[in-house]
Antibody
Framework: QVQLQESGPGLVKPSQTLSLTCTVS??????????WSWIRQPPGKGLEWFGY???????YYNPSLKSRITISVDTSKNQFSLKLSSVTAADTAVYYC????????????WGQGTLVAVSS | QSALTQPASVSGSPGQSITISCTGT?????????VSWYQKHPGKAPKLMIY???YRPSGVSNRFSGSKSGNTASLTISGLQTEDEADYYC??????????FGGGTKLTVL
């Protein structure tokens, strides 16, 4: 059973960079049929997809957030990461990491989510 | 504002059936058979319930079914059970090569 766990600071100051890591267990991040995504949910709002990274390092980002996002993978640690720059209070959200399936856009495993607040 | 429109809430009694709608455009829901539905209980990870409009992952009860007509997708839950009470989110691939989500629907089992 694949499991994902987010980790990172729960509080980030405005204008700084938010950094989160997702550790994958029970399966290999190098699986060719999977891609690895970040998704967030601001308080009281819906879900927003950031983009994905493939085990090879190739990425695709949501155009609406592309200028501020970096998603990377570390296959030696079975981890992938999110960096979101120049954060504001609007970036306060629960951040989820998830596994996507290559052949069709769906997420079959998700982390529990981690709340990140942006505040001075 | 979410790209896909869902009702904020729906309710039903145990044993009844309910349907949650997810309305988009011809650029997302109407243009692709890539609609997914997720169930989320408070404090828990979202769970994939339906993918590719109407396919159920292994282990998901056959009380859950999905369909699509035009730009609107639907999730139907039959034989409602108390454990079905949760938030439900739809998702669709879009022509801008993104994955859009709905705002979520809170299902209350009365």
């Amino acid at each position: 059973q694949v499991q994902l766990q987010e980790s990172g600071p729960g509080l980030v100051k405005p204008s700084q960079t938010l950094s989160l890591t997702c550790t994958v267990s029970g399966g290999s991040i190098s699986s060719g049929d999977s891609y690895w995504s970040w998704i967030r949910q601001p308080p009281g709002k819906g879900l927003e997809w950031f983009g994905y990274v493939y085990y090879s390092g190739s990425t695709y980002y949501n155009p609406s957030l592309k200028s501020r996002i970096t998603i990377s993978v570390d296959t030696s640690k079975n981890q992938f990461s999110l960096k979101l720059s120049s954060v504001t209070a609007a970036d306060t959200a629960v951040y989820y990491c998830a596994r996507g399936i290559v052949d069709t856009p769906r997420f079959d495993y998700w982390g529990q989510g981690t709340l990140v607040a942006v505040s001075s | 504002q979410s790209a896909l429109t869902q009702p904020a809430s729906v309710s039903g009694s145990p044993g009844q059936s309910i349907t949650i709608s997810c309305t988009g455009t011809s650029s997302d829901v109407g243009g692709y058979n890539y609609v997914s539905w997720y169930q989320k209980h408070p404090g828990k990870a979202p769970k994939l319930m339906i993918y590719d409009v109407s396919y159920r992952p292994s282990g998901v009860s056959n009380r859950f079914s999905g369909s699509k007509s035009g730009n609107t997708a639907s999730l139907t839950i039959s034989g409602l059970q108390t454990e079905d009470e949760a938030d439900y989110y739809c998702s669709s691939y879009s022509s801008s090569s993104t994955l859009d989500f709905g705002g979520g629907t809170k299902l209350t089992v009365l």
